[in-house]
């Protein structure tokens, strides 16, 4: 049986799609399926030292066996949501016009978003008479609705169209929670097809390790107590209130905030840093996935944020990361989120409510002097995941949906 991934990021792109995707795609193959990816050319959140390849429209590789085929996006600033917008649709469409010479697939399945890129998918299901399954992590448009990003009123009913119209004629749709789940079936998903398939973790490489590492070492920060914010720093992420917790607790000399990505809101922490002159903050590039695990294991906090605006019950992938390295985590997001109800039933951290700024302060220096908390919390986190987010037991599911389907 052949299957086709449709993502827009795939390694060496380090985001959350591309890692679980990439990992799907080794265990269908793995599992007999023949493989193959179409994706984009990679341009950005790349590793220090990974280089751009530019002037190129399309290409092909291959590796242990997979098929990878990239496209080239679109030089649209992505500070932009009208150009982001064209982005998805450009992707979209060159993905369509690609995959038809591509061969037959059985299966396709899907990362959304973007959006549209599900609609390729289930055209390209028309053609092969195939079945496609569209993995739903972040629920558009309700997402660029929610960060007013998207204002148009014909536009969001397009997109709403769009987005139903989807739902109705895919033959799975897979969430990451059951509140994403419940979330889609009231907006018009027939229940049956919508299935939960948490986003998990390869529990053997993500593990607690020593605090004491090297990547401590590496960045000069031996003895430091450790906050960190590891990933895309965009529109969805809320960054505002961390920097400003950074300069309320700046007479905590030995607390050192560490930022390590990029996107659209780095270079306004970066102006905040400099014009605040904050001694206690860090900038780091996006970290290797090697250079990523040993971050988290040399952190005393992980966080993890989400816009206040984002109502959608989204849960933000880097948080089974910081579970399975056993480390305590500080969210700080809507509460319509389901990493509140994660986070409260794993008691691995604490979940705070994006404005109050004395709660969340006084979480980190709870953290701070109570270090046997740190400990306890880490290892409930860790059970957490061990239970829920495991690799081989997650994948496990998209094998039995591709079998009933």
């Given at each position: 049986m052949k299957v086709l991934l449709l993502v827009q990021d795939f390694p060496p792109v380090l985001n959350s799609a591309a890692r679980l995707f990439s990992e799907l795609a080794e265990d269908l193959q793995n599992q007999g399926y023949s493989v193959s990816v179409l994706t984009r050319i990679p341009e950005r959140y790349l590793a220090s030292g990974v280089k751009q390849r530019k002037g190129i429209f399309f290409?092909?590789?291959?590796?242990?066996?997979?098929?990878?085929?990239?496209?080239?996006?679109?030089?649209?600033?992505?500070?932009?949501?009208?150009?982001?917008?064209?982005?998805?649709?450009?992707?979209?469409?060159?993905?369509?016009?690609?995959?038809?010479?591509?061969?037959?697939?059985?299966?396709?399945?899907?990362y959304s978003?973007?959006?549209?890129?599900?609609?390729?998918?289930?055209?390209?299901?028309?053609?092969?008479?195939?079945?496609?399954?569209?993995?739903?992590?972040?629920?558009?448009?309700?997402t660029v609705i929610d960060l007013r990003l998207l204002r148009n009123r014909f536009l969001i009913r397009l997109a709403e169209w769009m987005e139903l119209y989807i739902y109705k004629k895919v033959h799975a749709i897979i969430v990451h929670s059951e509140g994403?789940?419940?979330?889609?079936?009231?907006?018009?998903?027939?229940?049956?097809?919508?299935?939960?398939v948490e986003n998990w973790i390869d529990l053997d490489i993500l593990k607690p390790g020593e605090k004491l590492n090297g990547w401590r070492k590496i960045n000069h920060l031996?003895?430091?107590?450790?906050?960190?914010?590891?990933?895309?720093?965009?529109?969805?992420?809320?960054l505002e209130e961390i920097i400003e917790?950074?300069?309320?607790?700046?007479?905590?000399?030995?607390i050192i905030f560490v930022f390590a990505g990029d996107g659209i809101a780095r270079p306004v922490i970066e102006r905040f840093v400099v014009e605040k002159k904050l001694t206690n903050v860090r900038l780091l590039s996006h970290q290797s996935p090697n250079l990523y695990k040993e971050m988290l294991q040399a952190s005393d906090i992980c966080l993890v944020t989400l816009n206040k605006n984002l109502k959608t019950p989204v849960v933000p992938?880097?948080?089974?990361?910081?579970?399975?390295?056993?480390?305590?985590?500080i969210c700080i997001a809507n509460p319509a989120s389901d990493a509140k109800r994660i986070i409260e039933e794993a008691e691995c951290g604490f979940f705070i409510n994006p404005g109050d700024l004395d709660e969340l302060s006084e979480a980190i220096l709870k953290i701070y002097k109570e270090r046997n908390l740190a400990?306890?919390?880490?290892?409930?986190?860790?059970?957490?995941?061990?239970?829920?987010f495991d690799r081989r037991k997650c994948v496990q599911k998209y094998l039995a949906l591709l079998s009933n389907l």
């Open positions: 290409n092909k590789e291959s590796k242990n066996g997979i098929k990878i085929y990239r496209i080239k996006s679109l030089p649209a600033p992505k500070h932009i949501p009208l150009a982001r917008a064209l982005d998805h649709l450009w992707t979209s469409f060159s993905f369509l016009v690609s995959g038809i010479f591509l061969g037959k697939y059985d299966f396709i399945i899907v978003p973007p959006l549209p890129l599900a609609l390729s998918g289930y055209i390209f299901s028309k053609i092969w008479r195939g079945k496609v399954i569209v993995n739903v992590q972040d629920i558009y448009p309700q994403n789940r419940n979330f889609l079936v009231k907006r018009g998903a027939p229940s049956q097809k919508v299935h939960v031996d003895n430091a107590f450790i906050v960190s914010f590891a990933g895309t720093m965009g529109f969805a992420q809320g917790i950074a300069e309320k607790l700046r007479n905590y000399s030995n992938g880097k948080l089974q990361c910081i579970m399975a390295v056993g480390r305590p985590v400990e306890n919390m880490g290892k409930k986190g860790r059970r957490y995941a061990e239970k829920h």
